[in-house]
Nanobody
């Protein structure tokens, strides 16, 4: 069974930064496209950042130029650097493979508020 463990969330003021981390308990993640998803209050879960096996990334328009996804295959970890956070970024953040076919982890709460 795949286990996804997200961490790094918290309360931050608008304009602030956070760095999220996701650890995956598979033997290797190098063969998977990996993504960060988020679910805001009353909203559906959405894919916001995707990283391919070569390290190339794509982003949802709402986070482009503010968020950066990266990966360490050796550490089986995906990270999301979030800068210039806005109140609308408030959500529970999750990682998963592209297509979200693994069981979801517990997520990490990000709250952006003054």
């Amino acid at each position: 069974q795949v286990l996804l463990v997200e961490s790094g969330g918290g309360l931050v003021q608008p304009g602030g930064s956070l760095n999220l981390s996701c650890w995956v308990n598979k033997t290797t993640i190098s063969i998977y496209y990996m993504g960060w998803y988020r679910q805001g209050p009353g909203e559906q879960r959405e894919l916001i950042a995707l990283i391919n096996t070569s390290g190339g990334a794509s982003y949802a328009r709402s986070v482009k130029d503010r968020f950066t996804i990266s990966r360490s295959n050796a550490e089986k970890t995906i990270t999301l650097q979030m800068n210039n956070l806005k109140p609308e970024d408030t959500a529970v953040y999750y990682c998963n493979r592209n297509g979200a076919s693994w069981p979801w982890g517990q997520g990490t709460q990000v709250t952006v508020s003054s």
